[in-house]
């Protein structure tokens, strides 16, 4: 399994902020290198800030892209986690409700990659069908 397990083997409480937050950055760390999906979705994040800086989007379309972006990176993680406690719970044999619960969170993904397109469609589309139009007329 391809996972750092050369931390020293804590399993009680974190104490301080700093200690909470390297846990946190390793998991992010973790889900970037194993995770091809959740690196497809940094990318495309990054991808739609550039465009948002090329078109110089309002402050209220930043807080919808912003919001679009991290909910996609969120969803993305929660299918994650799922699928590594089933794999834990199962050592990766064949469960019925192991099938349901990754099934189920793909399904979390799919809904908010769908609305992360939406919001894309609605601030986006307005301004590029102006300069396809200038393109084909
Ligand atoms: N332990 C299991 N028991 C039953 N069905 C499983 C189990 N593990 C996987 N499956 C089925 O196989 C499919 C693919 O499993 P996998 O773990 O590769 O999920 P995935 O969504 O393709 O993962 P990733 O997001 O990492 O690409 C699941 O959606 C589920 O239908």
Redesign the pocket.
Known sequence: MPMDYNDKKQIDKNYRFLQSLKYAINGGKIAFIE???FRYHCVLGIFAVIVSIYFKISLGEWLWITFAIFQVLMMEML??IA?NL??MY?L?????L??KV??M??TVVLLSSIFAMVVAAYIFIPKVWPIIQKIIS
């Not at 990766?92 to 019925?96: D, G, L, V």
């Open positions: 995770e091809r999906n299918n994650t699928e089933v794999d199962t990766r044999n064949y469960h019925p192991g099938k990754k099934d969170g793909a």
